[in-house]
């Protein structure tokens, strides 16, 4: 049975333990560039103990940015901040990586500490773009300009151009941000696509742009490096996406190259409801993925508790655990958890705080 601080391999890459920091969007940047506060928030929970640290949501062109504050790789000028980061994340004995990202019709919004709403003309906000002329709704009012099909292609440019750019700054391990109603899943979700052509309508049309993007991530992203993609498995909406078809979605994306489902689910639609929101929620989909596809996956939503997250990864619903909030309120989650787990020697902080502690 596989323990929370067994090592994991994925390719030529092996994490120290099954622990993962989730990507988290910090709103932190300025025209995109990662600063002093992105060294920091990273590199304390590398210093904390998790094998693998997730860099935020990165947008691969400025309209594809959630607010204006968010992080890219939009441009080469980007990829000397990150070279910083993942050297110190390395130096420290993590896994750095990187989520790729566009936010499509959720993009163009106030920080959420900051209203949380689509921002107008003059407050600098900017046209967004998405499959189909429909608003997300709620406080994000603007409504997408349909993607023409040079537009698509465009994109999915960009998302190869951040990709070999991700790899130059050193980073090793690459996802797509494939959910929460951002672009891929603005797609595939019939909630947001009513296209008619071959982006819409049928399964394998709603799909085409997500395992297309990946595909072309794919192709200068190194064999040997994993590649990730977070799914929404679910709209939690009556006619919307749901398990079976990000089990689908999840075998065509192992056949272009992905080497991990990372399960999360909803945020596509502000309607969503009947939701068990609860400690390892998602953990199902994160099951179901692993044994229907045979893929690695990633459990992530409400994972807090050692014992809770070990048994995700003992009873094989899991290949790691990804924590977000449980992480800011503690990067160093993973030594208290060795505590817990008897597997103390397994999780040594650097010199200057073991020799004290
Ligand atoms: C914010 C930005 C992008 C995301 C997010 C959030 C907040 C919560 C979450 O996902 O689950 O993908």
């Known amino acids: 049975m596989p323990n929370l601080f067994d090592r994991f391999t994925v390719k030529d890459v092996t994490l120290r333990n099954r622990i993962g920091v989730s990507p988290m969007c910090q709103y932190s940047s300025r025209d ?72 499509g019709r959720k993009a163009s919004c106030a920080r959420p500490w900051e209203g949380d709403h689509s921002l107008t003309d003059e407050e600098d906000g900017w046209e967004t773009v998405g499959p189909s002329p429909l608003a997300f709704g709620h406080k994000l009012w603007r409504v997408p300009r349909e993607m023409t099909l040079d537009e698509i292609r465009d994109v999915q440019n960009a998302f190869e151009a951040a990709t070999s750019r991700a790899l130059e700054a050193g980073y090793q391990w690459l996802e797509l941000h494939a959910a929460h ?38 192709r200068v992203w190194p064999e040997r490096l994993p590649l990730a993609v977070r799914l929404s498995c679910s709209d939690w909406v009556d006619g919307g996406w749901t398990i079976e078809e990000a089990i689908e979605l ?72 990804l924590l977000a909030r449980e992480m ?10 060795a505590l817990t787990l008897d597997r103390k020697s397994e999780a040594t902080p650097p010199a200057p705080y073991a020799h004290w502690i």
């Open 32 to 103: 995109g560039f990662a600063s002093d506060w992105h060294l920091v928030h990273l590199g304390s929970r590398a210093i904390g103990g998790a094998g693998l640290v997730i860099a935020e949501a990165t947008a691969v062109e400025p309209r594809g940015r959630i607010s204006p504050q968010d992080a890219g790789l939009w441009s080469d000028e980007h990829v000397e901040a990150l070279v910083r980061i993942a050297k110190f994340i390395t130096e420290h004995g993590a896994v750095p990586g990187i989520q790729l990202a566009h936010a």
């Open 181 to 218: 109603g951002y672009l891929c899943h603005s797609f595939y979700s019939p909630l947001s696509n009513h296209r008619t052509d071959e982006y819409g309508g049928s399964f394998e049309n709603r799909i085409r742009f997500t395992v297309e993007t990946l595909d072309r991530m794919r």
């Open 250 to 321: 999840s075998k065509r994306l192992k056949k272009v190259g992905a080497d991990l489902i990372d399960c999360s689910s909803g945020f596509g639609t502000p309607d969503y409801k009947n939701y068990p929101f609860g400690p390892g929620w998602q953990v199902p989909f994160s099951d179901a993925i692993r044994r229907e596809v045979g893929i690695h996956t990633a459990a992530v939503g409400l994972i807090t508790d050692p014992v809770q997250a070990n048994e995700i990864i003992a009873s094989g619903k899991a290949d790691i655990v």
């Open 328 to 337: 800011l309120r503690d990067p160093y989650w993973p030594y208290r958890a």
